[in-house]
């Protein structure tokens, strides 16, 4: 069923094709999980006629020594092997980026390619900004280590530092012929910041004529003699969730809304996903639960470790920048 509101005209001059998404930052570590984000990014990148830039970030592993003292301990000459065999990877990286980027262009995308030196999450935030990307999309590996889960993935990382959405792709996403985007989730709280989340998923639906779902997750079991009151509570939340749409969609929006029950959002989430067929997931990092976290708290970040489908994720404030950006384009587009 098509959507409209009066959000219509800031999708393109004459309801044509958005431009919420010019630029596009690929990060990569040559991994599946990186060569499956790449597949979304391109579905994005077409759909979108958007520009990717490649990036990878080697570390830069003689600073990281040097700065903990190592050089002292080693007369320098951990520096001077450090060096030789980082110059070597430097060297193997460059290739690989050089050959990606060609084989890329050679499909009929715009494309071009980055090495970075440094620390990952760092520079990929650095430089999405030196670019002005509006997306920057990376491979996910699901639940890692006790050690990344209390220090904070890069994933983890660059959503929680990023001025711009951030698509995290997890390696058991679907690729090939089953990338697409027909239905998408935005899981909202009632918070400000869903807003947000919802006006973005909008746009993202838009050139692919999507259908939008919103979610919301009572996050109580059910116990013996409350059935009833339960689902008189689910009743009322999902009469609250219309009214609370209209207020801000306007009267006449069609969109479904889906109340469910389950003991954490996260959980709720990823099963409804698996349940429907969700091709994409659109969320807030902040709501409720606060700003996303290092350790594996957050719905955000568990929501990432459990589905298998991407997940654009990004705090409020960035999904309105990329909108307002969007905005400007689709001024200058039009007066132009």
Known sequence: ???????????????????????????????????????????LARNF????????????WVKYYEERGFDEWTDGELSHTLTAIQKAHISTRTEQINKRVEQIRSSGFKVEGALLLGSPPAQILEYVELIHADLIVLG???????????????????????????????????????????????PTDFSAATRAAIDYALRIAKPFNAQVHLLHVIELLESVGEREALQELEKMISNGLKQWVSEFMGDGYEIPMHVIRCHHAADGISLFVEREGIDMIVMSTHGRTGLIRFLWGSVAERVIGQVSCPVIAAKATSFRRAMSNSDNRVLNFCMG
Do not use: N
């Open 1 to 43: 069923m098509k959507q409209t509101s009066k959000l219509d005209h800031l999708w393109g001059k004459g309801g044509g094709v958005s431009i919420l998404i010019s630029h596009i930052l690929w990060a990569t570590d040559f991994s599946d999980a990186a060569e499956r984000a790449l597949e979304w990014a391109l579905l």
């Open 49 to 60: 006629e958007a520009t990717i830039t490649a990036v990878h970030v080697v570390p830069d």
């Open 140 to 186: 996910s590996h699901g639940m890692r280590s006790l050690k990344e889960h209390l220090l904070g993935s890069t994933v983890a990382r660059v959503i929680q530092g990023a001025q711009v959405p951030v698509m995290a792709v997890p390696s058991r996403a679907p690729t090939g012929s089953d990338v697409k985007c027909k239905h998408i989730l935005v």
